[in-house]
């Protein structure tokens, strides 16, 4: 079982360029979300999705557009690299909304921006 | 407002030592649930535990141990005659529940346990 696969595992960037990253599940979660993991902030929670055609916003959306065609693929999208996206994104997923859920994490994509 | 604070920046100890990591949350929900996790060196999170706040239960896991005191709004994570592969950063982290499902985490504590 895959669970929640992220790609690329590593990226560098020039400020201004745009970039996708890719989230994919195949546990047939509902729910899923982007995190950015920064050095003595935690992980701080960029959007999410609550099922198909559903997004919204997190604490720290701004500079990131996501949406949500299928049940299985939540990308997120760098408009305009700035130096400040420099982190390490996660992508996570869990059977539905309810606040008992325990996340499943992907294993991280670490984006510089230069 | 929901915070989670954890002090403990980071924490070294000699392998065989206990240690425990503690988890104050902020909340004003009246049901909520806590969760730790853990980030090893290669950088994934796993899931360790979940606790709700209507079970007050001290939970143990082999040499992981917890206990959650609703009185003083803390969820410290004690790992007992430590090894070195519990070295890691590890994040307490709280949920609230209510029309969305957000994780709200703590800075994290960077564990390391010298041979």
């Known amino acids: 079982n895959a669970g929640v696969t992220q790609t690329p595992k590593f990226q560098v960037l020039k400020t201004g360029q745009s970039m996708t990253l890719q989230c994919a599940q195949d546990?047939?979660?509902?729910?899923m979300s982007w995190y950015r993991q920064d050095p003595g902030m935690g992980l701080r929670l960029i959007h999410y999705?609550?099922?198909?055609?559903?997004?919204d916003q997190g604490e720290v959306p701004n500079g990131y557009n996501v949406s949500r065609s299928t049940t299985e693929d939540f990308p997120l999208r760098l408009l305009s690299a700035a130096p400040s996206q420099t982190s390490v994104y996660f992508c996570?997923?869990?059977?539905?909304?309810?606040?008992?859920?325990?996340?499943?994490f992907g294993d991280g994509t670490r984006l510089s921006i230069l | 407002a929901q915070k989670v604070t954890q002090a403990q920046t980071e924490i070294s100890v000699v392998e065989k030592e206990d240690v425990t990591l503690d988890c104050v949350y902020e909340?004003?929900?009246?049901?909520?649930?806590l969760f730790w996790y853990k980030q090893p060196p290669s950088g994934e999170l796993v899931f360790l535990i979940r606790?709700?706040?209507?079970?007050?239960q001290n939970e143990i896991s082999g040499r992981y141990s917890w206990n959650f005191q609703k009185s003083t709004s803390s969820f410290n994570f004690t790992i007992t005659a430590s090894q070195v592969v519990d070295s890691a950063v590890y994040f307490c982290?709280?949920?609230?529940?209510?029309?969305?499902?957000?994780?709200?985490f703590g800075t994290g504590t960077l564990l390391a346990v010298q041979p």
């Open positions: 909340t004003r929900d009246t049901t909520y649930y």
């Open positions: 996570a997923s869990s059977p539905d909304r309810a606040a008992w859920q325990p996340q499943h």
């Open positions: 982290a709280l949920d609230g529940g209510g029309a969305t499902n957000k994780l709200i």
């Open positions: 606790r709700n706040s209507f079970d007050e």
């Open positions: 546990m047939n979660h509902e729910y």
């Open positions: 999705s609550v099922g198909a055609g559903i997004t």
